[in-house]
Every structure is written in C-alpha cells, then in structure tokens.
C-alpha cells in the first residue's frame, strides 16, 4: 500500500508471514522541520538556527533524529500492519544525518511471528542515494481483524516566522 492513498487497510496477525515486507516514504520539508521542532518542544538550535548548524560537526541543519523514527510509527500504523496496530517498542540506531529535503524510504520487514499476536519488524531507513540512515527492530501487536478506512483529513497547519 502506498502512503498517498486515500485508504488505509490492515494486513491481520493471520496474514502477515516472515519475511514480509512493506515502505513508506516521507521528504523533510522545512514546514515540517519547524512543526516537529514546535511539537516536540526539542528546538536544539543545530535544527533550526543555521548560523549556529554551520559551525556543528554536520556544517548544516539536521533533522531531529526522532523525526526519522516518527516515519517507522506511521509505516506501522498506516502500511504494515496498518490501523488496528499497537506499538510496544522500538530500537534506533542513527547512522547518519538527514538534511532539509531528504526523502527518506523506510522498509519494514517482518522478523518474527510471537504468541500473542506480537510480531518483530526489521526497521531500515534510507535516503534518496540509497544510504542508511536509522536502523532497528520494532515490536508490535498485530490486529486480528480486518479493518480498512477512509484515511482521515489533517487540519491545514500554517507557520508564521
């Protein structure tokens, strides 16, 4: 499924196998830097304040490293499994940073199948060329039943300087 759809459905405990896999795929534009630095509260200037991100060991803004695992949260919830999901835990390892206008492609693939309708996911985040940028595990409860929705409409969210 891919996350431009208008419809969200779930792929059940019963339906998922080993192996398995699925992406979801985000860019990072400056709206949204902005917006996660405002809901967060992390307003770390190596975010949002270039003069002072020239001068880091990166010589420019970066991305919030929790921004990347939000995109694993929204694989999970809206791709595979999909809705109906329950987040248990989560591992990162951030390899390197991700800059304005990234597009990052997160694959998730199933690691393991466990009692309980808990299922393990592999968690791989890549840029555009291709480089590894987050990787981890991901533990979830699976829904049980199928469920497929209409994708729900976000309010419009504008910024002012």
């Excluded at 393990?120 to 291709?130: E, K, L, M």
Aim: proline residues 5%; glycine residues 6%; charged residues 25%.
């Amino acid at each position: 499924m891919s996350d431009t759809l208008d419809t969200l459905e779930n792929i059940t405990y019963d339906e998922l196998n080993e192996g398995d896999s699925a992406t979801f795929t985000r860019t990072l534009t400056e709206d949204e830097l902005v917006l996660f630095a405002a809901v967060s509260g992390d307003v770390n200037p190596v975010h949002l304040d270039s003069e002072f991100a020239a001068e880091s060991m990166f010589r420019e803004r970066i991305a919030h490293g929790m921004w990347s695992g939000s995109l694993i949260s929204a694989a999970l919830a809206t791709v595979m499994p999909g809705p109906g999901t329950i987040y248990l835990e989560q591992s990162l390892s951030f390899k390197r940073p991700v800059k304005l206008d990234d597009t990052l492609t997160v694959t998730l693939s199933v690691l393991s199948k466990e009692p309980k309708n808990r299922v393990a996911f592999g968690c791989d985040v890549r840029n555009q060329n291709g480089d590894q940028v987050v990787t981890g595990e991901a533990k979830v409860i699976a829904p049980t039943e199928k469920i497929s929705l209409q994708k729900p409409r976000l309010p419009k969210i504008t910024i002012e300087s």
